[in-house]
């Protein structure tokens, strides 16, 4: 019955300005991973080349939070930051039951409904806190975690913006197809963030013609990063998350957009807050 109520509010309201700063983030943030493949610099400074990957893994972290600061300015209620901190937290719980071994990771498909759910805003900011409450516990923090963060931020929002129209087997359809391809990007953006380290390390050596050169041709550090990625996670990690994904969607899609759906209405996050003047008087 619930699908004939029309689409639920969305939990994380997305006026001209917080929209645009997430649009323009967005961006700035898949140029961040996407640096090595337009990188040409002049012998002068090719010995500069390197600091790249640092400057980012320090400047990301600032993108992350200028997007959540906008989006928290009237955007997110206290009911919706109730219902964020409780899906992060089940999140977190979820993403050590796989620990990523074959590329198990059940974090990326309740990001994927909820993102579905509650839309585009709300999905960019689950992403981001998921990722860090999961990385506290199960000490994964490192300089990999912006990186992390950013890329589940994508894949919520993504979701938030596949077309609202399509119901039942065909929406399940849809999310089972976004959630393999949102496997293979994150794995993608993953590892196109490693590979700028290789250039001139051991790996590069023993696996000739994969490592990032500075300054090459596109075409040919396209190709170096392809054959990379193929050899070290899309045939693994990106295969077996994608197949998480699709199972689980598959599964319990259902299920937990009901559930979803349903704490959306009853949360009525579009509804004004309305004060009882008699009680008190």
């Given at each position: 019955?619930?699908?004939?109520?029309?689409?639920?509010?969305?939990?994380?309201?997305?006026?001209?300005?917080?929209?645009?700063?997430?649009?323009?983030?967005s961006?700035?943030?898949?140029?961040?991973?996407?640096w090595?493949?337009?990188?040409?610099?002049?012998?002068?400074?090719?010995?500069?080349?390197?600091?790249?990957?640092?400057?980012?893994?320090?400047?990301?972290?600032?993108?992350i939070?200028?997007?959540?600061a906008?989006?928290?300015?009237?955007?997110?209620?206290?009911?919706?930051?109730?219902?964020?901190?409780?899906?992060?937290?089940?999140?977190?719980?979820?993403?050590?039951?796989?620990?990523?071994?074959?590329?198990?990771?059940?974090?990326?498909?309740?990001?994927?409904?909820a993102?579905?759910?509650?839309?585009?805003?709300?999905?960019?900011?689950?992403?981001?806190?998921?990722?860090?409450?999961?990385?506290?516990?199960?000490?994964?923090?490192?300089?990999?975690?912006?990186?992390?963060?950013?890329?589940?931020?994508?894949?919520g929002?993504?979701?938030?913006?596949?077309?609202?129209?399509?119901?039942?087997?065909?929406?399940?359809?849809?999310?089972?197809v976004?959630?393999?391809v949102?496997?293979?990007?994150?794995?993608?953006?993953?590892?196109?963030?490693?590979?700028?380290?290789?250039?001139?390390?051991?790996?590069?050596?023993?696996?000739?013609?994969?490592?990032?050169?500075?300054?090459?041709?596109?075409?040919?550090?396209?190709?170096?990063?392809?054959?990379?990625?193929?050899?070290?996670?899309?045939?693994?990690?990106?295969?077996?998350?994608?197949?998480?994904n699709?199972?689980?969607?598959?599964?319990?899609?259902?299920?937990?957009?009901?559930?979803?759906?349903?704490?959306?209405?009853?949360?009525?996050?579009?509804?004004?807050?309305?004060?009882?003047?008699?009680?008190?008087?």
């Open positions: 019955m619930s699908d004939f109520l029309g689409p639920p509010p969305r939990a994380v309201r997305l006026p001209l300005r917080p929209a645009l700063v997430l649009g323009v983030a961006l700035l943030g898949i140029a961040m991973f996407c090595p493949l337009f990188a040409h610099p002049q012998p002068s400074g090719a010995a500069h080349t390197t600091d790249a990957p640092f400057v980012f893994m320090a400047t990301l972290p600032v993108l939070l200028v997007v959540l906008e989006l928290s300015r009237g955007g997110i209620d206290a009911k919706a930051l109730a219902l964020l901190g409780v899906l992060s937290a089940v999140n977190a719980g979820l993403r050590p039951l796989g620990a990523g071994t074959g590329g198990i990771e059940l974090v990326f498909f309740l990001l994927v409904l993102g579905r759910v509650f839309g585009p805003g709300f999905g960019f900011v689950l992403g981001s806190t998921s990722l860090f409450t999961s990385a506290l516990l199960t000490a994964g923090v490192g300089p990999w975690l912006p990186f992390q963060m950013l890329a589940s931020s994508l894949i929002l993504g979701a938030g913006l596949l077309p609202r129209k399509p119901r039942g087997k065909a929406e399940i359809t849809m999310l089972v976004y959630g393999v949102a496997a293979y990007f994150f794995g993608l953006l993953m590892s196109l963030w490693t590979w700028p380290f290789l250039a001139g390390s051991s790996f590069s050596g023993s696996h000739e013609g994969l490592g990032f050169v500075p300054g090459a041709p596109l075409l040919d550090n396209l190709h170096r990063f392809a054959v990379f990625t193929v050899l070290t996670s899309t045939l693994g990690w990106d295969t077996g998350r994608a197949i998480t699709a199972v689980a969607i598959l599964l319990l899609g259902p299920a937990v957009l009901a559930v979803l759906r349903r704490a959306a209405r009853r949360a009525a996050f579009d509804a004004p807050a309305v004060f009882d003047q008699t009680s008190a008087s």
